[in-house]
Protein backbone atom coordinates (compact mmCIF):
# COMPACT_ATOMS: atom_id res chain seq x y z
CA UNK A 1 0.00 0.00 0.00
CA UNK A 2 1.45 3.58 -1.24
CA UNK A 3 0.87 6.16 1.54
CA UNK A 4 1.98 9.74 0.15
CA UNK A 5 3.52 11.74 2.79
CA UNK A 6 1.16 14.66 1.39
CA UNK A 7 -2.00 12.86 3.77
CA UNK A 8 -0.97 14.08 6.63
CA UNK A 9 -1.68 17.65 5.85
CA UNK A 10 -5.19 16.51 3.77
CA UNK A 11 -6.64 13.98 6.00
CA UNK A 12 -10.17 13.68 6.39
CA UNK A 13 -12.23 10.89 7.17
CA UNK A 14 -13.05 9.88 3.78
CA UNK A 15 -9.11 9.21 3.37
CA UNK A 16 -8.56 7.94 6.49
CA UNK A 17 -11.09 4.99 5.67
CA UNK A 18 -9.68 4.46 2.31
CA UNK A 19 -5.88 4.13 4.02
CA UNK A 20 -7.21 1.38 5.89
CA UNK A 21 -9.06 -0.27 3.21
CA UNK A 22 -12.24 -0.92 5.11
CA UNK A 23 -15.43 -2.62 3.78
CA UNK A 24 -18.81 -0.69 3.92
CA UNK A 25 -20.16 -0.08 7.34
CA UNK A 26 -16.93 -1.10 9.11
CA UNK A 27 -16.46 -1.80 12.90
CA UNK A 28 -14.15 -0.25 15.09
CA UNK A 29 -13.04 -4.22 15.61
CA UNK A 30 -12.50 -4.16 11.48
CA UNK A 31 -10.49 -0.60 11.97
CA UNK A 32 -8.24 -2.24 15.12
CA UNK A 33 -7.43 -5.15 13.04
CA UNK A 34 -6.59 -3.45 10.20
CA UNK A 35 -4.69 -0.85 11.99
CA UNK A 36 -2.56 -3.81 13.58
CA UNK A 37 -1.26 -4.91 10.06
CA UNK A 38 -0.44 -2.03 8.66
CA UNK A 39 1.44 -1.32 12.05
CA UNK A 40 3.48 -4.42 11.82
CA UNK A 41 4.35 -3.31 8.14
CA UNK A 42 5.46 0.17 8.81
CA UNK A 43 6.59 0.19 12.40
CA UNK A 44 10.25 1.26 12.28
CA UNK A 45 11.79 -1.75 14.13
CA UNK A 46 10.29 -3.50 11.30
CA UNK A 47 12.19 -2.03 8.33
CA UNK A 48 15.84 -1.67 9.51
CA UNK A 49 17.79 1.27 6.84
CA UNK A 50 14.37 2.98 6.17
CA UNK A 51 13.27 4.45 9.61
CA UNK A 52 12.83 7.69 9.07
CA UNK A 53 10.33 6.55 5.92
CA UNK A 54 8.50 4.51 7.98
CA UNK A 55 7.82 7.06 11.12
CA UNK A 56 6.40 8.89 8.06
CA UNK A 57 4.02 6.09 7.51
CA UNK A 58 3.31 5.21 11.07
CA UNK A 59 2.63 9.16 11.44
CA UNK A 60 -0.39 9.07 9.04
CA UNK A 61 -1.36 5.75 9.73
CA UNK A 62 -2.21 7.19 13.68
CA UNK A 63 -3.85 10.43 12.72
CA UNK A 64 -5.91 7.97 10.09
CA UNK A 65 -6.56 6.02 13.25
CA UNK A 66 -7.48 8.05 15.23
CA UNK A 67 -9.85 9.88 12.92
CA UNK A 68 -11.31 7.19 11.82
CA UNK A 69 -11.99 5.69 14.93
CA UNK A 70 -13.18 9.13 16.35
CA UNK A 71 -16.04 8.90 13.03
CA UNK A 72 -16.86 5.72 14.29
CA UNK A 73 -17.45 6.30 17.69
CA UNK A 74 -19.55 9.53 16.47
CA UNK A 75 -21.71 7.38 14.18
CA UNK A 76 -22.31 4.40 16.84
CA UNK A 77 -23.58 7.16 19.52
CA UNK A 78 -25.94 8.98 16.87
CA UNK A 79 -26.65 5.52 15.70
CA UNK A 80 -28.01 4.29 19.34
CA UNK A 81 -32.13 4.74 20.17
CA UNK A 82 -33.00 7.23 22.91
CA UNK A 83 -35.39 6.07 25.54
CA UNK A 84 -38.02 7.68 24.33
CA UNK A 85 -37.81 5.60 20.70
CA UNK A 86 -37.04 2.34 22.97
CA UNK A 87 -40.84 2.72 24.06
CA UNK A 88 -44.01 2.09 22.70
CA UNK A 89 -47.53 4.06 24.33
CA UNK A 90 -44.81 4.16 27.47
CA UNK A 91 -44.05 0.42 27.35
CA UNK A 92 -40.44 -0.47 27.12
CA UNK A 93 -39.75 -3.25 24.51
CA UNK A 94 -39.43 -6.48 25.46
CA UNK A 95 -35.52 -7.63 26.17
CA UNK A 96 -36.71 -10.42 24.34
CA UNK A 97 -37.21 -8.58 21.06
CA UNK A 98 -34.03 -6.69 21.88
CA UNK A 99 -32.17 -9.56 21.54
CA UNK A 100 -33.65 -10.80 18.44
CA UNK A 101 -32.78 -7.43 17.38
CA UNK A 102 -29.49 -7.88 17.84
CA UNK A 103 -26.69 -8.16 15.79
CA UNK A 104 -24.59 -11.89 16.40
CA UNK A 105 -21.06 -11.52 17.55
CA UNK A 106 -18.84 -14.04 16.12
CA UNK A 107 -16.04 -15.17 18.31
CA UNK A 108 -13.82 -13.83 15.97
CA UNK A 109 -14.45 -10.76 16.32
CA UNK A 110 -14.72 -10.56 19.95
CA UNK A 111 -11.11 -12.58 19.90
CA UNK A 112 -10.38 -9.16 18.11
CA UNK A 113 -11.81 -6.56 20.58
CA UNK A 114 -9.67 -8.75 23.12
CA UNK A 115 -6.44 -8.54 21.59
CA UNK A 116 -7.12 -4.53 20.77
CA UNK A 117 -7.06 -4.06 24.63
CA UNK A 118 -3.91 -6.23 25.15
CA UNK A 119 -2.37 -4.49 21.93
CA UNK A 120 -3.11 -0.76 23.40
CA UNK A 121 -1.49 -2.37 27.21
CA UNK A 122 1.63 -3.34 25.35
CA UNK A 123 1.91 -0.48 23.27
CA UNK A 124 2.15 1.71 25.99
CA UNK A 125 4.14 -0.01 28.10
CA UNK A 126 1.48 -0.58 31.26
CA UNK A 127 3.10 -3.44 32.43
CA UNK A 128 5.52 -0.78 33.77
CA UNK A 129 2.78 -0.37 37.27
CA UNK A 130 4.28 2.77 37.98
CA UNK A 131 3.34 4.15 34.42
CA UNK A 132 -0.42 3.55 35.28
CA UNK A 133 -0.96 6.46 37.35
CA UNK A 134 0.63 9.36 34.96
CA UNK A 135 -1.23 11.04 32.99
CA UNK A 136 -2.17 10.23 29.43
CA UNK A 137 -1.17 6.53 30.74
CA UNK A 138 -4.05 6.84 33.65
CA UNK A 139 -6.49 6.48 30.25
CA UNK A 140 -4.75 3.83 28.29
CA UNK A 141 -4.91 1.86 31.79
CA UNK A 142 -8.58 2.07 31.95
CA UNK A 143 -9.55 1.88 28.34
CA UNK A 144 -7.42 -1.21 28.00
CA UNK A 145 -9.19 -2.55 31.08
CA UNK A 146 -12.76 -1.51 29.51
CA UNK A 147 -11.97 -3.12 26.12
CA UNK A 148 -11.08 -6.50 27.76
CA UNK A 149 -14.29 -5.97 30.22
CA UNK A 150 -16.29 -5.71 26.74
CA UNK A 151 -14.79 -9.04 25.21
CA UNK A 152 -15.51 -10.49 28.30
CA UNK A 153 -18.54 -9.75 29.04
CA UNK A 154 -19.99 -10.63 25.27
CA UNK A 155 -17.62 -13.64 24.96
CA UNK A 156 -19.52 -14.78 27.89
CA UNK A 157 -23.19 -13.93 26.47
CA UNK A 158 -21.85 -15.56 22.84
CA UNK A 159 -21.37 -18.86 24.66
CA UNK A 160 -24.46 -18.56 26.85
CA UNK A 161 -26.53 -18.14 23.41
CA UNK A 162 -24.27 -20.05 21.18
CA UNK A 163 -24.75 -23.90 20.46
CA UNK A 164 -22.00 -24.84 18.50
CA UNK A 165 -19.42 -26.98 19.96
CA UNK A 166 -16.49 -26.10 18.02
CA UNK A 167 -17.35 -22.29 18.25
CA UNK A 168 -18.38 -22.42 22.09
CA UNK A 169 -14.45 -24.70 22.83
CA UNK A 170 -13.05 -21.60 21.71
CA UNK A 171 -14.85 -19.30 22.96
CA UNK A 172 -14.30 -20.33 26.72
CA UNK A 173 -10.58 -20.60 26.01
CA UNK A 174 -10.47 -17.15 24.34
CA UNK A 175 -12.61 -16.28 27.66
CA UNK A 176 -10.64 -17.90 29.99
CA UNK A 177 -7.41 -15.92 28.68
CA UNK A 178 -9.15 -12.78 28.56
CA UNK A 179 -10.12 -13.09 32.25
CA UNK A 180 -6.89 -14.14 33.49
CA UNK A 181 -5.09 -10.91 32.03
CA UNK A 182 -7.63 -8.84 32.95
CA UNK A 183 -7.20 -10.44 36.55
CA UNK A 184 -3.41 -10.18 36.26
CA UNK A 185 -3.37 -6.86 35.43
CA UNK A 186 -4.80 -5.49 37.82
CA UNK A 187 -3.27 -7.15 40.87
CA UNK A 188 -0.20 -5.79 40.16
CA UNK A 189 1.19 -3.45 42.97
CA UNK A 190 4.22 -1.30 44.14
CA UNK A 191 7.21 -3.58 45.95
CA UNK A 192 7.96 -2.23 49.14
CA UNK A 193 11.44 -3.53 50.45
CA UNK A 194 10.75 -5.78 52.89
CA UNK A 195 13.88 -6.37 55.96
CA UNK A 196 13.10 -10.32 55.20
CA UNK A 197 15.50 -11.78 52.77
CA UNK A 198 13.12 -14.45 52.13
CA UNK A 199 10.51 -12.25 50.89
CA UNK A 200 12.69 -10.06 48.61
CA UNK A 201 13.81 -12.77 47.33
CA UNK A 202 10.29 -13.84 46.43
CA UNK A 203 9.83 -10.68 45.02
CA UNK A 204 12.69 -10.97 42.32
CA UNK A 205 11.83 -14.42 41.37
CA UNK A 206 7.88 -13.53 41.30
CA UNK A 207 9.28 -9.85 38.78
CA UNK A 208 11.19 -12.17 37.06
CA UNK A 209 8.63 -14.51 35.77
CA UNK A 210 6.34 -11.53 35.47
CA UNK A 211 8.18 -10.01 32.75
CA UNK A 212 9.32 -13.10 31.23
CA UNK A 213 5.58 -13.79 30.89
CA UNK A 214 4.85 -10.31 29.76
CA UNK A 215 7.61 -10.17 27.12
CA UNK A 216 6.31 -13.80 25.87
CA UNK A 217 2.64 -12.96 25.40
CA UNK A 218 4.36 -9.33 23.54
CA UNK A 219 6.24 -11.26 21.32
CA UNK A 220 4.14 -13.95 20.25
CA UNK A 221 0.69 -11.67 19.95
CA UNK A 222 2.48 -8.45 19.03
CA UNK A 223 5.89 -8.87 17.87
CA UNK A 224 5.89 -5.54 15.95
CA UNK A 225 5.96 -4.14 19.85
CA UNK A 226 9.59 -6.11 20.35
CA UNK A 227 11.51 -3.02 20.15
CA UNK A 228 15.47 -2.86 20.15
CA UNK A 229 14.71 -2.14 23.71
CA UNK A 230 12.38 -4.13 24.51
CA UNK A 231 13.64 -7.62 23.37
CA UNK A 232 12.32 -10.59 24.96
CA UNK A 233 14.80 -11.74 28.14
CA UNK A 234 16.35 -15.06 27.59
CA UNK A 235 13.91 -18.44 29.47
CA UNK A 236 10.86 -18.57 27.94
CA UNK A 237 7.79 -19.95 29.52
CA UNK A 238 9.93 -22.57 31.37
CA UNK A 239 12.18 -20.39 33.27
CA UNK A 240 8.56 -18.48 34.10
CA UNK A 241 7.21 -21.55 35.34
CA UNK A 242 10.06 -22.60 37.50
CA UNK A 243 10.39 -19.46 39.04
CA UNK A 244 6.51 -19.14 39.79
CA UNK A 245 6.52 -22.23 41.28
CA UNK A 246 9.39 -21.60 43.36
CA UNK A 247 7.79 -19.00 44.93
CA UNK A 248 4.56 -21.14 45.32
CA UNK A 249 6.38 -23.72 46.58
CA UNK A 250 9.06 -22.07 49.14
CA UNK A 251 7.35 -18.54 49.52
CA UNK A 252 3.62 -18.94 50.00
CA UNK A 253 3.57 -17.06 52.66
CA UNK A 254 5.41 -13.94 51.31
CA UNK A 255 2.70 -11.89 49.97
CA UNK A 256 3.98 -13.23 46.30
CA UNK A 257 2.59 -16.27 46.44
CA UNK A 258 -0.99 -16.02 45.52
CA UNK A 259 0.11 -13.89 42.35
CA UNK A 260 2.60 -16.52 41.10
CA UNK A 261 -0.84 -18.65 41.34
CA UNK A 262 -2.53 -16.50 39.03
CA UNK A 263 0.22 -15.61 36.87
CA UNK A 264 1.24 -19.49 36.66
CA UNK A 265 -2.45 -19.81 35.61
CA UNK A 266 -2.52 -16.74 33.19
CA UNK A 267 0.61 -19.28 31.72
CA UNK A 268 -1.03 -21.84 31.22
CA UNK A 269 -4.50 -20.26 29.56
CA UNK A 270 -1.83 -18.47 27.08
CA UNK A 271 -0.40 -21.57 25.92
CA UNK A 272 -3.24 -23.04 25.82
CA UNK A 273 -5.12 -19.94 23.79
CA UNK A 274 -1.99 -20.84 21.41
CA UNK A 275 -3.07 -24.10 20.46
CA UNK A 276 -6.18 -22.85 19.37
CA UNK A 277 -4.17 -20.84 16.77
CA UNK A 278 -2.51 -23.49 15.73
Given amino acids: MFLPIYLHFTMDVKTAFRIFRLQENPTETDLSVSYRNLVKRFHPDNNPGKEDWAHSRMVIINNAFEMARGALVSENFASKP ?42 YGLENIHLRSQGSFRSHFRKSLKTLKKSIDDLETRITEHTGRYDVRNAVTILE ?69 FVICHHHDSGWGDHSVMKLRLLEVFLAYLNIQA
Fill in 82 to 123: SADAATRNGTPRSTEAGKRNRPVLHVHDLENLMLDGMYRYYQ
Fill in 177 to 245: FANCFSECIQLERPYTPSANAAHARAYRKYRSASELLDAYIRSRLFPELNSTTRRPPLGGPGLCEQDLL
